[in-house]
Structure formats: C-alpha cells, structure tokens
C-alpha cells in the first residue's frame, strides 16, 4: 500500500476520534517516515506505507493525544518534548507568556510553579536573554522532562530546577524571592467532564484541585506575599469560570488582581500584585 492510499484510509479511522483526522493522520506518517509533514507530502506519497504506522493511528483511534504518539508538541513556536509525565503545553497558555512579558523586568528571578514540560519558563528565559528562573514540579519524572527542553531550546544554564511540592510546609525556606511568578496550577473540577483524550491520558496531578478547582490557588496564592520581591507580580493561569473567585483568594491577600483573556477572548489569566 502506497503512502497516498494508507493516508486516505487512516483518515477515514480516525475521523469519528479527531476533528483533526486528516492531519493526524499526516503527521503520524511523517513521524514513522522519520521525514518532516512536508517533506512527506512533496516526495514520499506514492512510496509503500511504513510497517510502524498502523500501530501509531491504533494508540489515536484509542484517543492517545498525537503529542504523546510523536513525543513533542509546538508551543509559541519552540518544540517541546513531552511525556505522559507533563501536561501537553496548550495554545491557550501562550495568553500566560504575553502577561508574563509584559510585566517581566528586563533582568531578574522567575519563579514557575509546577513547570511540567517546562514550557512557560523556558519560553520566559527564551524571550528575556537577562532573566534567570527556577522551575519547581512535585514530579522528578516532569522535572526531567524540563530539563531535556531547557538543554534543547539554550536556556539551561538560566534555568534550575527543584523538586518540590507547594501543600508541603517549609519547601519554599531556601529559594529566596522573585520578581516575577508564573503557573499554570492544576485547576480542573475532579467532577468536569474531559474529553477522553485529556482524562485518559494526562497527568491527573496536573489537572484535578478539588471539588471546585480552586485547591491549589488557595495554596499558593497566600505563599506569593513571601515568594515575590517589592514590586514583583504574579501570573497565574485560571479557567475560563474562575476569573471572579480566584480574584476574591487573591483580595483578601492582599493583591490586586488584573484579568487577561486568550486568543479566543476567554479569561485565561490573571496578573496579580
Ligand atoms: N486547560 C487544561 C484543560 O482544561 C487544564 C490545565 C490545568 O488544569 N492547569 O484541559
């Protein structure tokens, strides 16, 4: 079977599985070609079929995310390794990068809590060459996973990284403080309704807080006051119905709290200080 034919079959596989059906299945056969999607599609088309592919749109057509199948996901146009250890970096958590890029100063300490894959520091230290970050992740799996991408995309020797868990007393005695923080914490009601592809295959850890969602704001929100220098903001990444409640946690400790929103126009973010 030519690569043309194999292509068209997949495609129809897959649709019931993915809106995205015909590029999944492009990228599938790209990624068992060993050849770039293009590259493919301009000279591979009518080569026989790799052996590896039908596996590959099995692990889709079983809801896996094509990030996992291919091992890597695009984020404000870096590539970022991931593993079913990390959250597969989202277009909606570019909207943390720009607040973050507005409020960060030129040169400085960054702070990113629960950095998975390590997307949002690294894209930071990417941007802003003067800064310098600390990724924490209560995830040694996750941890490497960042440390990979920070030796991948140049930022390693900006960026360090530390195993540590903000609901445990004491984790945060030696890091010392920083002008800015980002997250993008677990936020997700235990009880919502995810496609299977997220629930099935993500990490909970990084998804669950609670019955409300709001568990890990009402962490790490009081900890800011002694983790941000004078002067030094937050932002933090929210779902789309949680703008006013996060903003009450941030209040009444003290912070003001100013709400960004996605491409999409969603809040996604709030800038705190
Ligand atoms: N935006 C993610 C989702 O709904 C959740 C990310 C998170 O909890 N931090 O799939």
């Known amino acids: 079977m030519t690569v043309a034919v194999a292509l068209r079959e997949a495609t129809a596989r897959l649709t019931e599985t993915s809106d995205t059906a015909r590029l999944d299945a492009e990228l599938l056969m790209a990624h068992a070609l060993g050849v770039s999607r293009s590259d493919m599609l301009l000279r591979h088309m009518s080569d026989d079929a790799p052996a590896g592919f039908a596996s590959l749109v099995d692990r889709r057509v079983h809801r896996e995310p094509i990030a996992y199948i291919l091992g890597d996901a695009e984020f404000y146009g870096r590539r970022f390794i991931v ?3 990390v959250l597969i970096p989202r277009s909606d958590s570019e909207c943390v990068v720009e607040a973050a ?4 100063p030129d040169s ?4 990113d809590m629960g950095t998975g ?3 949002l ?5 990417a941007e802003r060459p003067s800064l310098v970050g600390v990724g924490i992740d209560a995830s040694l799996s996750a941890l490497s996973v960042a440390a990979a991408n920070a030796a991948r995309l140049g930022v390693v020797e900006r960026m360090h990284m530390l195993r540590a868990d903000w609901h445990e007393h004491g984790w945060s005695d030696d890091v010392g403080q920083f002008d800015l923080i980002i997250a993008n914490p677990p936020y997700v009601e235990t009880t919502a309704q995810l496609d299977p592809d997220v629930r099935n295959f993500e990490p909970a850890s990084a998804l ?3 019955e409300e969602g709001l568990d890990d704001y009402r962490a790490i929100i009081p900890q800011l006051r002694q983790l941000l220098t004078e002067g030094g903001a937050a932002v933090l990444e929210i779902g789309a119905s949680q703008a006013a409640q ?3 946690i941030a209040e009444k400790n003290g912070f003001s709290a100013e709400l960004r929103c996605d491409l999409s ?3 996604r973010a709030l800038i705190l200080r």
């Not at 400085?108 to 702070?111: D, N, Q």
């Open 83 to 85: 593993t079913p250890h």
């Open 101 to 104: 890029l507005a409020v960060a």
């Open 108 to 111: 400085g300490r960054a702070l």
């Open 117 to 119: 894959s390590g997307a």
């Open 121 to 125: 520091l690294i894209t930071l230290l």
């Open 208 to 210: 669950f807080a609670g």
């Open 246 to 248: 996060v903003t009450n």
């Open 265 to 267: 126009g969603r809040p």
